[in-house]
């Protein structure tokens, strides 16, 4: 894994830094507000970075601070959420702005990401909102397991129905849902039993 690149900022465009350390250039992937506030080419540069491995290649994501590396990582873990709509979130907001949205359950402010309908704003308020409990801290937290209770149950069934699904697919997508999950995990399951997952 690789964890941050020291070297010489070689170029930039909109979506990646070009960065130079030891002879070699990296294609960095970055949001729109992380390249805004690199320096001009030839300076000298850290990122941390964060290494997505696909069947298709290889792809290295960067950051100027461990928050939006950790934001990054939560993001892409919701299903539906891409690298790219994870940059575009960092684009659109502060980490802190962004975690502020998730804890209020805003659901028009996390539309305002580019590619974000509705159906995947509710979903990454509702997979990511526990995360969240503590703010910025929550981003280093390990999940804490959460006891599934009837409540879990009922506020995965209602997020299914703000997402627009009706009453009878979120009952069927939630008939032998693991005992003992939390709303995010239930989330999941139903959605994959739905099909959009």
């Not at 526990?130 to 910025?136: H, N, P, Q, R």
């Not at 981003?139 to 699904?165: I, K, Q, Y």
């Amino acid at each position: 894994m690789i964890a941050f690149l020291k070297g010489v900022l070689a170029a930039k465009t909109a979506t990646t830094a070009y960065i130079e350390v030891n002879g070699i250039g990296y294609a960095v992937g970055m949001s729109q507000a992380g390249l805004s506030k690199l320096p001009e080419a030839g300076a000298a540069v850290e990122v941390h970075t964060f290494l997505q491995v696909r069947d298709d290649g290889l792809a290295l994501f960067g950051f100027l601070t461990l928050e939006e590396k950790a934001l990054f990582e939560r993001l892409i873990g919701v299903g539906g959420v891409g690298p790219k709509v994870a940059l575009a979130a960092l684009s659109a907001f502060s980490p802190a702005g962004l975690v502020a949205a998730v804890q209020a359950q805003d659901v028009a402010a996390v539309q305002r990401i580019p590619g974000v309908g509705k159906k995947t704003a509710s979903r990454i308020i509702l997979e990511l909102k526990g995360s969240f409990d503590e703010g910025l801290a929550g981003l280093f937290d390990e999940a804490a397991p959460v006891v599934a209770s009837a409540a879990n149950l009922a506020g995965t069934r209602e997020a299914l129905l703000s997402m627009g699904f009706t009453s009878e697919e979120a009952d069927v997508a939630l008939k032998g849902a693991p005992e003992g999950a939390a709303e995010s995990v239930l989330l999941q399951y139903a959605l994959k039993r739905l099909g959009t997952n």
